[in-house]
């Protein structure tokens, strides 16, 4: 399986995880690995889909954050999201 990473799951960039979570699901999806393999993999699937689901979440909250003024424009300010203050 080539799904290893030494990159720390909670450093993984949104785009990277979903990468592993696709590698993951193709050789799943193959079925040419052992049992042990698959609960393994599996297992690394689950914690990578929460990874995402959480840092979307975060995306999600600090596009919420931008102050949009009531006419066109551009936005008046952004204020940085703070994950401690959600």
């Known amino acids: 399986m080539t799904t290893e990473n030494t990159t720390p799951q909670q450093e993984l960039s949104f785009e990277e995880a979903l990468r592993q ?11 040419d690995v052992s049992l042990d393999q698959a609960i393994a ?3 690394k699937g689950t914690a990578l889909k929460a ?10 909250l600090k596009v919420e ?3 949009v003024p009531s006419t066109d ?5 952004a204020t940085p999201f703070d994950p401690a203050s959600s």
């Open 21 to 31: 979570l696709e590698e993951i699901v193709t050789v799943l999806e193959r079925g």
């Open 65 to 67: 954050k931008i102050d």
């Open 41 to 43: 993999a599996y297992e």
């Open 73 to 77: 424009g551009a936005p008046q300010s």
């Open 51 to 60: 990874h995402c689901q959480k840092r979307l979440e975060e995306a999600r």
